[in-house]
């Protein structure tokens, strides 16, 4: 080895210096010059101390645009620190308690950054009535606000603060949302006044378990104060809807950076402008999950409790952390906000053709709304919540929850990369070294999940908007395997499948389940609706007459056998079947008639094998076909009982026209 530079260490077999004694090359630490030793850095940082260095490292952010025209009604013509007051103001009033007289002081910033002096803002309420006591231990301390937090900044939160919190090798966020992995519709309830008395649907069947104004206060209290003695709370201002006519704006204060990068991803964000004239929220979702409902509190049945108070535009949760409570708890005020303005609210994924063709995807949980409306080929408008108005279809959020079990990068390539830095990984299981993250692993639990913008589809359209769905596609996991992989509808069955909002899935993953449960859920979203299931039928008949919509059913479950004989029908063959609706090919081709459900099915399709669309051909055992077709069959009789009596629209002829669509035999 030569000598490279001034003053480097050189090995020289065969320079002037010689050999050592035992024959090696001696080393030569000589320097050739009589200069100092420099390391090779270029211009020193210009910082005395390493604080200084460190202040250097963070600068300032700003909105992207000067206020100066802006006609926002809470900005036109405030300084920054106005503004940063006003938006303090708003929070206090948010988390101030009923009971007392002003809202928490609230600080922004990290309560461990303690560097400047704090601005500091509460409200004082309106009140005649004069407390005894005015001043309790609570009115004197802070609570720092959080507020809009960027992923980075979540990142960093949730890691220091929140055990359970890493970042994968893909860049993720991977957290654990506690005992509950999943919603808990049993522990939902609504407000019962006079304004919902009429409107919202009650008794059998309903999601809706009633509460009365004073329970929702003493909950709505138990969350505030419980935030309010937190060091600090994560305030997110987003929007929902992305039809400008319709949007509606969001609050979520909540006690974990986990919950506030989850609704930042799915919510829609505000460009720093927006932010600024954001003014008062029309919503306000308190989450104090982490915190028990009291047992002794009327109308509590667990320590879980999910309440709403349309009335209010208020939503408390207690005693549950799973955060796709928020998501959908959003989405049935939507349910509720929306009709009131002859917009339909559809629990379905929806996306466009280049050539603007557009397709709705209804289906209940695991059905694959999300896994077929995220398709290479096509333009996502969003996986899960949308409406239709008389402009078309727009989506209610500004992200995507995808189920990650057994996840592969091979079938579902968007939604692999999509698990990128910001994303929200609940409860997946990683390697503790790689952190390589194990998609098959079901140990924490079957429902994990991926939370992340809608951009990192990379076919996303954003806004999230499009024109008049064509294609009204009713998704089913059949786990019976009767039902036919795809058929075309008329509107009446159209109708009739999307009241009785069937899927089956298997109980379970255990050994020796081998009866498939039968769901069925309105408008294939029971647990999200608040009138009755009729009212939005009704709306979606008007929609697709006027619109020259047709209605598919394609069952994304089993084929050649119920489920523990047969297998779940391929998901490239559901893709070639979507193809070919979405391409118009389909509504060509030649049909027949299905016994007991009276189907039509195609006899062929580009890409699938003819035998499996007619599901007899895959049942070696024709008898226990007819016989498990007949069940159900009976199971959907069963079911649209209660439905009878509804007339649907203002003739009762289309009540008949549906009860006639339904299984007969
Ligand atoms: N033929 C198929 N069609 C659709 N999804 C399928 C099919 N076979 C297996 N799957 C899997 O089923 C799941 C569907 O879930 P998802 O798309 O999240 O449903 P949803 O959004 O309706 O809750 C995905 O994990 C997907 O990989
Ligand atoms: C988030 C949910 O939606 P889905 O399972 O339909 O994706 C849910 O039902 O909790
Ligand atoms: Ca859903
Ligand atoms: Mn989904």
New binding site residues.
Partial sequence: MAATGKGRVSISANSGTGTGRNGLPTIQTQKKTNEVCHDDSSAPVKAQTINELHSLQKKKSAPTTPNIGFQGPFTAGLSEEERSKQQLQSISASLASLTRETGPNVVKGDPTKQSETPRVAHVSQQSHFTPTISVSDSSLKFTHVLYNLSPAELYEQAIIYEKGSFITSSGALATLSGAKT??SPKDKRVVRDCTTEDDLWWGKGSPNIEMDEQTFMVNRERAVDYLNSLDKVFVNDQFLNWDPENRIKVRIVSARAYHSLFMHNMCIRPTPEELESFGTPDFTIYNAGQFPCNRYTHYMTSSTSIDLHLGRREMVILGTQYA??M??GLFGVMHYLMPKRQILSL?SGCNMGKDGDVALFF?????G??TLSTDHNRYLIG??EHCWSSNGVSNIEGGC???CIDLSREKEPDIWNAIKFGTVLENVVFDEHTREVDFSDKSVTE?T?AAYPIEYIPNAKIPCVATHPKNIILLACDAFGVLPPVSKLSLPQTMYHFISGYTALVAGTEEGIKEPQATFSACF?A?FIMLHPTKYAAMLATKMKEHGATGWLVNTGWSGGRYGSGNRIKLAYTRKIIDAIHSGNLLKGNYKKTEVFGLEIPTEVEGVPSEILDPINTWSDKNAYKETLLKLGGLFKNNFEVFVAHKIGKDDKLTDEILAAGPIF
């Avoid at 289906?363 to 059905?367: A, D, E, I, K, Q």
């Fill in positions: 999943g919603r796709g409570e998501k959908k629990h289906g209940l949980s695991g059905t709304k999300t996986d899960d929850y995808a189920k429902n999940r979203g647990a």
